[in-house]
């Protein structure tokens, strides 16, 4: 893991440090709030906060806003990014990285969309 982590984080121009190296580790368990990873990893609230932006700003971490609830962090799991969409289970809160070919945004708007999400719930959970 910490191998793979290092090559995918230096693709994206990062350096594997230990802070993102337990916040990626910690986001591999699944979906977690900023509480639950500053409780998991042992991190200050910046220092996660931080890495957290970072990571969002390259691909590797998506946020998921449920009503009345505090944000999720989720692990992207597609390889070399490049736009696609993401489901998230509302009941058993587990992410998953769509085909590119899922969702296709057409004009105006192709230029102006970066992120689609699809919230409900997963073919087990329905």
Request: glycine share 8%; hydrophobic share 35%.
């Given at each position: ?37 500053l ?39 597609k ?26 945004i ?21």
């Amino acid at each position: 893991m910490k191998s793979e982590l290092k090559k995918t984080l230096r693709q994206k121009g990062l350096r594997c440090t230990e802070p993102r190296r337990c916040i990626v580790e910690a986001l591999e368990k699944g979906p977690k709030t900023h509480a639950e990873l500053l409780h998991l990893t042992g991190l200050d609230r910046v220092t996660v906060y931080r890495n957290l932006i970072l990571l969002q700003q390259v691909g590797l971490v998506y946020r998921v806003y449920l009503p009345g609830h505090e944000p999720l962090f989720v692990l992207c799991e597609k390889e070399g990014g490049g736009f696609h969409a993401h489901f998230f289970c509302e009941k058993c809160r587990k992410g998953v990285c769509l085909p590119a070919d899922t969702i296709q945004i057409v004009e105006p708007w192709a230029k102006q969309v970066d992120k689609v999400l699809l919230l409900g719930r997963c073919l087990h959970c329905a």
